[in-house]
């Protein structure tokens, strides 16, 4: 029952002309998840929502003798910690100004050097056996394990992947699902002791150095793995993972081999079907 808890948001609270503002209501919610958080700013005007779902944000704060601020479209990915300062205006609390987006992408909270594989990118690169693992090797530094075969490794959903970030050992990755530790401690590669479905990974982001303490455990890379969240409306999907000789071209040796050269030789059956669905939407509790 791990809480999916992945990103941050953090920031300052101060008036128009700088001074710091203590005590401010601040609250950090994701309309399309029916999530709320709230928090206050401490003596030094700051305030932190600490691991959070990912997804998009509307930050808000008020105070006494404040307009109250509101600020929207702020998306958050996995292990992402993103600063998002409010300025607020002297006024009545009945008034409130509006900021949509205008949010700094540069990270500024740490010097972790890390890439995220998007949702968009899962949904649309083809993938050898359906294998999530496979999208590793996108990021800068990632390489196959030496006299590693990556087609039998990437063969099907629950193949290990033996990739070495940045020249660091195979086994010294640290995998994380959902915010909990799946690594298979006993594999010599970055094989995990759950292996999800494609279509559940909403995204991931692979840290290869500079992370903190609080999640290294390894020397090598972090790579952080998040599962898909439900929303207040039902949704799904279906599809079919097809491989077959009559779509593939024939080896280029074994035609040159039969004779006469340049005939085609008789292609190796293939024929593999793999079927998915998913669901997704709100949990009922009757009575509640």
Known sequence: MWAQDTATIVGTVTDSSGA??????????????GFVRD?????????????????????????SGF?????????????????????????????????????????TENGTVSDVVTSKQIDNLALNGN?????????????IGNGQDSAMQLGHAGGEVTVSFNGNRN????LEYDGGNNAQESSQSNGGAVTPALDSIAEFRISTSNYGADVG?????????????????FHGSAHEFVRNQAFDANDFFANRAIN?????????PL?????????????YIPKL
């Open 271 to 283: 024929q593999w079907n793999i079927f998915g669905w998913t669901l997704g939407g709100p949990f």
């Open 20 to 33: 710091i503002v203590p005590g401010a209501k601040v609250t950090v919610a994701n309309p399309d998840r």
């Open 131 to 143: 294998n999530v693992m496979g999208l590793e090797f996108l990021i800068p530094g990632a390489a």
């Open 217 to 233: 455990q390894h020397a090598g890379a972090l790579i952080e793995m998040v599962t898909k969240g439900g929303t207040k409306e």
């Open 67 to 107: 307009q109250k601020l509101e600020r929207s479209g702020i998306a958050l990915t996995a292990g992402q910690t993103q600063r998002v300062d409010l300025v607020l205006t002297v006024g009545q609390i009945t008034q409130e100004i509006k900021v949509t987006g205008n949010v700094a992408k540069v990270e």
């Open 260 to 268: 006469p050269t340049g005939g085609n030789a008789p292609k190796t």
């Open 171 to 174: 086994e010294y990755s640290q």
């Open 39 to 63: 928090v206050a700013s401490d003596s030094a005007g700051e305030y932190v929502a600490a691991r959070i779902p990912i997804g998009n944000y509307v930050v808000t704060a008020e105070v």
